[in-house]
């Protein structure tokens, strides 16, 4: 098998994913939860099925801007501006009148911690890249640490991409991002990190043996010896996750969703994208 | 390298420390009829005296899991001359001190940041919560003084309350509820009706005595013997004074029922308060879909535990054996880590942990196909594994420290929620390490001395033709 040998196509492939979603991205944003937009939100169940578009009708007498989406077939999730206390018992009073509806959860975020929110997460983001870059260049050297950022990158622009694209071209709630959707993307980076460091170890260790083969022969081998594992591990992982998100309620579907998307991607990247661009740059830079 | 009998040794000691943690406390409470989960009084706690540590072991449920109300809380418009910081903790006294006097054992009040307050209430809904936190007042001490209220009197005080008596203003005398250090609801020993008691810090002190002494020289009844009490802008007690109060402590009495007494006594903690409190953030989860996200969490870790040991043992046999082992020893020793420390277990929390299995998973991995290449090379079984666990070590370690890396950046710098997550990945991956490492290696070590586990079939190898 000649990884290596046909990385443009891996390569391509990712582009191909990758494109549309920093499109999607540029020109239609995302589709923010509360958490990041502000305002309140109440998942409300009722004792018997009570359809979407009856309470929208319902929350609209309130005018706050109230957008009420089905959580299952007893279960209405109702996302409005941020509501005053005299409002918001109004719609609870309501809605437990009219319907019998009581509030199983509820949220409310204010303007200030919104947009911190929104500004500490990628600030996040960039303090644990950096902080890997330093650790991958102590152990291994810079090319590695860049390497492997980068896989990491494609992994973070894959997730946000084909969340924005379900958020705003399909106008999903699943493609909603919260802080349950940072937390996924943290971890992608973290095991997206975890399976190029897998691979990096092996060309390691193989470089360290003096052989006959050329930089580009023992990154394709040292990728094949390593593929079992990289398969096995992230498909107990897949399978974990696949569980989840079969079983898991409506307000955290989009959570396995995006760590399913972000580890099937973080196995590809390092796979097919990091360790090929080692060679790239090796042959750009033959030192 | 043989089996290492003090290793081994400690990981029967950890073992049965780790299922004693797990276990005993269940045992105990069925025994003596208590409930299963949740904090009770009269369990033993494991407690360390000279460090401080006490903690009984049950698992802490965050309040997604159990039910309850989270609120991030604001200090706004606080009073010149008082640093922020200073507000908030007066502010974190007051808060705490409401939720204590409402009986709710759980529950957290603590400063985050400069000027936030975070409020966790299991078991309770925010409209219990808010009124839990009421209305938080500020609260200020006037004399009457000849003349006629000025238009800045006006503005600050209502109207209709500082023109009461013909004649006379309010004027501020310095006392403010900063000072009032406590007051709580109390009888009067002589007629057994309801009363107030305060106390004031030494400048409040000062101030009263002086005040005090200063309005008993009028005739009783005057104007100028009162002093008023505001809270906000409203009048709430205009007292006469009969003797000078010094030493600290004062008692308003005068037609109190028990309930407005009490009111008072909270107001005027609550008075202290040298700002407002804003409600900027609030998350709450009923009790009914706490339990069930329990229940589905449950089951989708038991769930995805079976698939990965079933695929363990399809895929490796016999070392897939181990590495359930393994797997299950990991899971018994991270619960008891969690109890021990009363780490929070939260949505995220769980998630971070189910992530930790798959990285346990990946060390038994990492060794199980480095043992394999080595069988595949013609070594005998014990080389194999010593080189395997050997070879797959630096894999294992640098990919954990650099989840360790990520796990500590969340835990610093991220959200409540996120600080949850980081914390039990944290614990998952040091703890997965200890199990890959030694555990696996050691079970290993075992296999490898057992004469019925020596055939390469069980390992999923073809014995090498040349061999």
């Known amino acids: 098998m000649d990884i290596v040998g046909r990385r443009n196509w891996y390569f391509l492939l990712s582009l191909a994913i990758i494109l549309p979603g920093i499109i999607s991205m540029l020109f239609f944003g995302f589709r923010l939860g509360i958490d990041f937009a502000g305002g309140d939100q109440f998942n409300i169940a009722f004792t018997k099925p009570t359809s979407a578009a009856v309470v929208q009708r319902e929350m609209d007498t309130f005018n706050v801007e109230a957008t009420v989406q089905q959580a299952g077939p007893n279960n209405v999730l109702i996302t409005t501006k941020p509501l005053g206390i005299k409002e918001e018992s109004a719609v609870r009073d309501d809605l437990s009148k009219k319907f019998g509806g009581t509030v199983a959860s509820s949220a409310f975020v204010g303007p200030t911690i919104a947009r911190e929110l929104v500004v500490g997460a990628g600030a996040l983001i960039a303090i644990a890249s950096i902080l890997i870059v330093a650790y991958l260049s102590f152990r291994f050297n810079y090319k590695f640490a860049v390497c492997a950022i980068l896989a990491l990158l494609h992994d973070v622009f894959v997730l946000t991409g084909v969340y924005s694209i379900l958020g705003k071209i399909f106008n999903l709630q699943l493609g909603e991002i919260n802080t349950l959707f940072v937390t996924a993307a943290l971890t992608v980076i973290g095991f997206s990190v975890h399976d190029t460091i897998v691979i990096f170890d092996r060309i390691r260790e193989n470089l360290r043996q003096a052989s006959r083969l050329t930089f580009e022969q023992n990154v394709n081998l040292s990728i094949i010896q390593s593929l079992a594992r990289s398969i096995n591990t992230s498909m107990t992982v897949v399978f974990v996750l696949v569980a989840l998100f079969l079983i898991s309620p409506q307000n955290i579907k989009g959570f396995t969703l995006a760590l399913l998307i972000g580890i099937v991607s973080g196995t590809y990247s390092s796979i097919f994208n990091a360790s090929p661009l080692l060679v790239v740059w090796r042959r750009l830079d033959p030192r | ?467």
């Open chain 2, 1 to 467: 390298m043989r089996v290492d009998r003090r290793l081994l040794f400690l990981i029967g000691v950890i073992a049965v420390l780790a299922l004693f943690v797990d276990g005993f406390a269940y045992v105990y409470r069925a025994a003596t009829n208590q409930p299963l989960t949740g904090k009770i009084r009269g369990v033993p706690t494991l407690s360390i005296p000279f460090l401080g540590f006490e903690q009984q072991l049950y698992v802490h449920k965050g309040l997604d899991l159990q039910g309850g109300t989270h609120l991030e809380l604001e200090i706004t418009n606080v009073r010149s001359g008082t640093p922020v910081r200073e507000a908030r903790d007066i502010a974190v006294q007051i808060v705490e001190r409401r939720v204590n006097s409402s009986g709710y054992a759980e529950s957290v009040v603590r400063p985050e940041g400069d000027d936030r307050i975070l409020v966790e209430l299991p078991g309770v809904n925010l409209e219990q919560a808010k009124q839990i936190l009421g209305k938080t007042s500020y609260l200020t001490i006037y004399e009457w003084v000849p003349g006629t209220p000025d238009a800045k009197t006006l503005a600050e005080l209502n109207p209709t309350d500082a023109n009461k008596y013909q004649g006379f203003k309010p004027q501020f005398t310095n006392i403010d509820g900063s000072m009032i250090t406590s007051a709580s609801r109390s009888t009067d020993s002589n007629t057994n009706l309801p009363d107030v008691q305060f106390s004031f810090n030494n400048t409040g002190s000062d101030r009263f005595c002086t005040l005090t002494r200063d309005r008993v020289t009028h005739p009783q009844g005057t104007p100028e013997n009162k002093i008023a009490i505001f809270i906000d802008r409203d009048l709430v007690e205009d007292a006469n004074v009969i003797s000078e109060i010094c030493g600290g402590t004062g008692i308003i009495t005068g037609g109190f029922t028990p309930a407005s007494a009490q009111a008072l006594a909270i107001q005027l903690n609550s008075g202290a308060l040298p700002g407002s409190i804003n409600l900027v953030s609030s998350t709450e989860v009923g009790a009914t879909l706490g339990a069930s996200t329990v229940k589905l969490s449950l089951l989708a870790g038991a769930f995805g535990l079976a698939i990965v040991i079933l695929f363990m043992l399809l895929y490796y046999r016999l070392p897939g054996v181990v590495a359930s082992l393994a797997l299950l020893l990991y899971a018994a020793i991270a619960l008891a880590i969690f109890k021990i420390f009363g780490v929070t277990l939260t949505l995220a929390g769980l998630a971070g942990f189910i992530l930790s299995v798959g990285m346990a998973v990946d060390a038994n991995v990492l060794i199980f196909e480095r043992v394999k290449e080595e069988l595949r090379a013609g070594r005998t079984l014990g080389a194999s594994m010593e080189a395997g666990v050997h070879r797959a070590w630096p894999a294992i370690r640098d990919s954990n420290i650099s989840t360790l890396i990520t796990c500590f950046v969340l835990y610093f710098f991220g959200a409540p929620l996120i600080k949850g997550f980081a914390i039990t990945l944290a614990i998952g991956v040091m703890v997965s390490m200890f199990s890959a490492i030694v555990t696996t290696q050691q079970f290993l070590q075992i296999l490898a001395g057992l004469r019925p586990a020596r055939r390469l079939a069980l390992y999923g190898v073809q014995a090498p033709k040349a061999a």
